[in-house]
């Protein structure tokens, strides 16, 4: 990519991520909803941080920090970097406002543009860093979503982000299973393109005959699952799960409520019913394990995943379009919503490929320091960048997450 | 007074809210620091929603909520109107954002000019309860100021609510005790003039002779006790207050930190360094009585405070006067310092006077539910309005709250 | 009191505690319920370490430890002493077992034998320190019985401390109010006899004319207070008492239970039905002043109930009876139920005399330091000794306590 | 197996258990430490409870229980069978006692061996479950040693469960790495012989070619990882390792403490010095990943482990040496100290092997529920019992757990 393209690109980046700031107020992106959640503000300072660590201060000579104070307010995790303003207490803060960040946020671009415009030596490896810089921004696209999203759930008022039309669909079509081979199989990503180290190496796995369902599971499925009361029965559960299930009180996912004895969910478009044919959304690990088990059947594995979806179309309902929510299946056959709807648990936990070495330096840091008690998911979802995701792409959570939009594929 | 006169004061005490929001930003006003602390959008909704409920839903024909989500949402703790939003949580709401609560605060205000200027026939009544909403307005004027310092002083940037100049004192006239007579004596309030529930009835009390100093207890006396290990010695201290300081790590009081070996304390003014002749603020009843213990004397009782203060000036440094600080005692004799620097902690725990009586409804649920685990305060701080105190006035924290405008006077 | 009286009061007051010891097994001794309650071990081992602290170590010459690690294992609160191993995890301790707790004690009895045998020049001043140890090893003889209680009642096989019979009484005799006049008034202690130092020094207070109830509240009574819910009208309670109702999930007294639809009790005779007329018993203060407001009338302050017991004879149904059950009230007219039965909570916190100094050196901590958050009860239990209450004695505990015998006395 | 066979092995396995018990007083038997631990009274009487639900209840026609409280008090976690008392309960229960406990041990020993003598028709089936009881009775006999050691650890007067000599060894052997080659492999159970479900069913693997260390991580090593700053450099840290070291103060494995500069470790034989050539132990699997990636290596996979151990000797330090500490490493070349030392962390998390089905019935609870947030540990401890091993056999625990006997091997 020649450096006019990638100011390009990161301009654009850079932008979407205001365009998503839109329809905001100063208030709400003040609040922190619980520990997991970021401020907006925080979202839109803490990305650019992370050019200002590391492409400003060290690619662009004479650099002098915006406000000395960021280096510790916006650092999320680097302690190579230095002491970081704790996480839990970054809804304790009401300064910089949205309008200092945005004037951070110019202040950054202007030189990380002039710094594309007159290239350092080192321009090949800031070009990879500056890479690196724009997929994490986009993973805080899709967090600024999900946290405001929750951040507004605890608002009786039930505010929207944005005023939108549910998706129609009278039904699902029918789930159907296709089958695929044991064998010696790769996965993980090799090549050209970007992809982050934990996709890496490409290696040998074997895996026995599987299936995999053709759709994702809909709320009116999950429905059934709460009707046969699975949220009251610890046989179907894991030991964690169930505990959590008693602790927490999940009756139904993360967003539903009950009114007048009909299932809304609360949604970036407001309150509104329970689609039937919609994926189920915003379900935990334990919640899809238990699903499945209930099913008799189970979760698919990282690799089944892969290898099923390594030669499908990259496409879907992805942030760019608008939706903001999981669309129901169409009629076309052959495997269906593997992209751009919701993320999709798998039973693999969160760990290191063999051969894998973390990055060098801080950036060592992003991924492989969390390679503990958390699952693998895969697809994107309606609040990922479409350029952002690609078949090797591991996310990971925790088991007990709930606020992303997490959903839910069948294997046997 | 007159309608016209109540209106005035109504329209000018209302005013007065909006003039502290004056220097904040719209950020400023979302964020709930600890629980005690409520978002400054809170106080200015709630105290309008007092005003709603009290006196236009119940003097007003045919008033229809501005929204009814209200209700709940800015009902504090009067059970009797109904369930309230967790006072935990009110950090967790960006809406409705300042300028509509600006516009609730409006729109109210109107309703009620309009009443006063056509008075229904309860207008005694209404008058009555009218004056309890101003008074309560102008507690929640001083816990505006409180609270958002709590929220700045989470902030490494240190932001100042406003920019102002330390008070200068080289030193302060030496402590003296003023000696009283033992006897049967009155307190309590009585006859017109406005007073809470909790000041009546006016009743006899024993008093033993003693002794009251003659001025507040100053930043350098108590750098004298930090630095003799008031901090490290237990048998300074209650049990409870003991516990409290190893749970929480106390080593000054609140807002004070050393840099580079010098004492600073966190102002609404921004950081600067401790004054050794301005009454010490932000110490709670644990370190006051320790102080006191220290100083080998002891705190007085309410009763004695108020005997003392009864025919005393009520002037000061009340919060109009815009110091938002305690000043330094001056150099005049006699008892100093009474009424508007800090709250004085006494050793009275916060409990009914004989004969006591709750207001009838739900306004009795103002004072009387308290009076448990909480001590007396006594004089109003450089945050209370000066038409807001009388000799009577009975305030009451915790002991271990510090983030009030609270400090000591010594007795024996 | 001579030596020799002095020795066999200490002998019969240690040997009651072993008394007490007899229907236990070892690892009854063991348990630690919650960080109120101690182990049974522990108890004995403390009141041991009491007399080996003040008594021996300072009057003793030569005196050396039974064991150094007592000194640090067996200090409840005195850091005059030194260090303490931390209360809340006195029930993760195994050893020293029940026996070599019992040698200890014998090895201590031994020498303060020895020392009152052969008295040393200082002994009238050991002898008013063992006069306080007597009464402290009292006052543990009673938790010792309240504390099994609490670790019994947590075994759903409800283990019965003795098997007894309850008391039966058809009915209580009518609750009258006794009237008594306004005036200025004496209470605290003053002359001979044993007091401790939270009783002194004897002092004026004026009474308004005031009335008595002249027998405690029952469970019939209280169960009134249940059925008409009481226990889900905020209204009813202090605001800290309602969080603590809803909190705790409190709907009964503590011990209180519903089987097949009857309220059962769990007492140190095991699990048994609810009798109408006896006291009602392990109430909080929250509890007590709940049931007061429902009631129409108030809890008495400890002035009102010590200048009205003052003159009565203390007889009940004190510990050493073994009823270990308040009794029902008889039918003699009068005051009744002063004494014996359940500690009564009062409306006064628990604060200093004026005039008040704390004993010199450690013993200056037992009482002193707890003056914060707590209210005095008077009268004493079934569990307490008779000798060791008087009408000046002054019990305290925080208004959410359970699980001492303590009931209700009314007044207006 | 036949039955008499079976019924010889059945006693003498649950006559180990009460071996276990013979150095410890009945007070011992009470205490939980902390959540994961159980008193010894309660595994005495689980694993009794075991064999009476799933044995003698199933398969003794006309079986009355010894005690029906005894259902609720001691099911662990079977929720097909029905209610449990809390886990983090257990140590509030005094009764039954352990003499109680032994006598229902020993009535139903009595009717187990009757049931073996007379033998139902479903024989087989029951032999099969008895089994179960038999590896699960020797899980809890490690699990009473390692809850014991917790137990005394926390009382500062060091008891010892048993007087016993440190092993001597001057120093280890070099540390080598054993090479083996990349392939398509085998692990899991299959055949005659016990294994649990959680190691069936033997399935393909494909391993890269990966070096093994020949023997454990010293104490003498471990203490190089310390002097170097292991325990204060996040960079060596997974991140949710790095919150425990911080949250929890970890500065050394558990039961190590510095005395007067140097490192000691309490053990079953009380306190001693650490020794450097032994190997390292109760270090939790954060801190051995935190030393291989300091030592520029990692931990091993399962699959490795089992691919190297599957041929090896099972022989070692096992429980019935009478040890209760793990061998320093012997002269001998090869893969040594696999079995019988300490547990060995690996790097998989513990899930189900592809095609795994859970046990039917309440016995699929055993170990499938567990599958999430856990690690593998292979190898056996010093406190295993040797015929409880096998090269398949997969025990499990939390990342941040330290109780066990649990090492480090290294791999690259």
């Known amino acids: 990519m020649c450096n006019r393209e990638l100011r390009d690109r990161y301009l654009?980046?850079?932008?979407?991520?205001?365009?998503?700031?839109?329809?905001?107020?100063?208030?709400?992106?003040?609040?922190?909803?619980?520990?997991?959640?970021?401020?907006?503000?925080?979202?839109?300072?803490?990305?650019?941080?992370?050019?200002?660590?590391?492409?400003?201060?060290?690619?662009?000579?004479?650099?002098?920090?915006?406000?000395?104070?960021?280096?510790?307010?916006?650092?999320?995790?680097?302690?190579t970097v230095g002491e970081q303003f704790p996480r839990s207490r970054r809804g304790l803060l009401s300064?910089?406002?949205?309008?200092?960040?945005c004037d951070y946020r110019q202040a950054v671009d202007e030189r990380v543009v002039r710094l594309l415009d007159d290239?350092?030596?080192?321009?090949?490896?800031?070009?990879?860093?500056?890479?690196?810089?724009l997929h994490h921004e986009q993973q805080h696209q899709e967090l600024m979503l999900t946290d405001i999203k929750h951040v507004f759930s605890c608002n009786p008022q039930n505010p929207?982000?944005?005023?939108?039309?549910?998706?129609?669909?009278?039904?699902?079509?029918?789930?159907?299973?296709?089958?695929?081979?044991?064998?010696?199989?790769?996965?993980?990503?090799?090549?050209?393109g970007f992809a982050f180290d934990n996709e890496l190496p490409k290696h040998r796995?074997?895996?026995?005959?599987?299936?995999?369902?053709?759709?994702?599971?809909?709320?009116?499925?999950?429905?059934?699952?709460?009707?046969?009361?699975?949220?009251?029965?610890?046989?179907?559960?894991?030991?964690?799960?169930?505990?959590?299930?008693?602790?927490?009180?999940?009756q139904a996912p993360l967003y539903w409520q009950r009114q007048e004895g009909d299932w809304h969910q609360f949604?970036?478009?407001?309150?509104?019913?329970?689609?039937?044919?919609?994926?189920?959304?915003?379900?935990?690990?334990?919640?899809?394990?238990?699903?499945a088990r209930w099913a008799g059947v189970r979760l698919p594995?990282?690799?089944?995943?892969?290898?099923?979806?390594?030669?499908?179309?990259?496409e879907g309902n992805f942030v760019e379009s608008e939706a903001l929510h999981p669309r129901p299946a169409g009629e076309d056959s052959g495997i269906r919503q593997l992209y751009g709807d919701v993320w999709e648990w798998t039973s693999s936990p969160y760990t290191a490929y063999p051969g894998?070495?973390?990055?060098?330096?801080?950036?060592?840091?992003?991924?492989?320091?969390?390679?503990?008690?958390?699952?693998?998911?895969?697809?994107?979802?309606?609040?990922?960048?479409q350029s952002h995701i690609r078949p090797t792409y591991r996310n990971f959570f925790p088991p007990e997450a709930r606020w992303q939009f997490t959903g839910i594929r069948l294997a046997k």
């Open 12 to 79: 654009a980046i850079r932008q979407f991520s205001e365009t998503l700031l839109g329809p905001l107020q100063p208030e709400d992106c003040v609040v922190q909803s619980m520990p997991d959640v970021s401020p907006t503000r925080w979202h839109l300072a803490h990305t650019t941080w992370f050019f200002e660590t590391f492409i400003l201060k060290r690619y662009l000579s004479g650099y002098s920090p915006v406000d000395p104070s960021y280096e510790y307010l916006f650092n999320s995790y680097y302690n």
């Open 95 to 101: 300064r910089p406002t949205v309008r200092e960040v």
């Open 119 to 133: 290239p350092p030596q080192e321009i090949a490896e800031a070009a990879g860093v500056l890479e690196v810089g």
């Open 160 to 192: 929207a982000y944005r005023r939108g039309k549910p998706p129609h669909a009278d039904s699902a079509p029918q789930l159907r299973f296709q089958r695929y081979d044991e064998g010696l199989q790769q996965i993980g990503h090799a090549g050209q």
């Open 205 to 250: 796995v074997f895996l026995e005959s599987y299936q995999l369902a053709d759709r994702l599971v809909t709320c009116g499925e999950f429905l059934e699952f709460i009707d046969d009361g699975g949220y009251k029965r610890p046989e179907l559960w894991l030991s964690a799960g169930w505990a959590e299930v008693q602790s927490q009180g999940w």
């Open 267 to 291: 949604t970036l478009n407001g309150l509104r019913p329970v689609v039937a044919a919609e994926p189920v959304c915003h379900v935990s690990y334990f919640e899809a394990d238990a699903y």
């Open 301 to 314: 594995t990282e690799a089944e995943w892969e290898i099923t979806a390594v030669g499908e179309q990259i």
């Open 356 to 385: 894998y070495a973390a990055t060098e330096g801080a950036l060592g840091e992003y991924n492989g320091k969390f390679m503990c008690n958390q699952l693998v998911l895969r697809g994107g979802s309606c609040a990922t960048s």
